[in-house]
C-alpha cells in the first residue's frame, strides 16, 4: 500500500493534536511513540511519520 505525503501528514498531526504531551525535538523518541500508538506495520512509514512529528515540533518550539 502506498502511502503519500499527505497521508504522513495528516496522521502526523492527528497525533500531535491527540497526544500533546507525548512527543519531544528527539526522533528515535517520537519513533517509539508512534510505534506504540499506532499499528503500522510498516518500519519506513513509521519513520516518516516520525520525522515529520519531529520537524514540526521543532518549527513549533522555535517560534
Known amino acids: 500500500m502506498a502511502v503519500d505525503a499527505h497521508d504522513i501528514m495528516s496522521i502526523g498531526d492527528d497525533l500531535l493534536n491527540g497526544y500533546p504531551d507525548t512527543f519531544s525535538e528527539d526522533f528515535a523518541t517520537n519513533k517509539r511513540k ?16 516520525a520525522g515529520y512529528i519531529t520537524r514540526r515540533y521543532n518549527r513549533t518550539k522555535s517560534q
Open 34 to 49: 508512534v510505534e506504540q500508538l499506532t499499528e503500522l506495520r510498516s518500519k519506513r512509514v513509521r519513520n516518516r511519520i
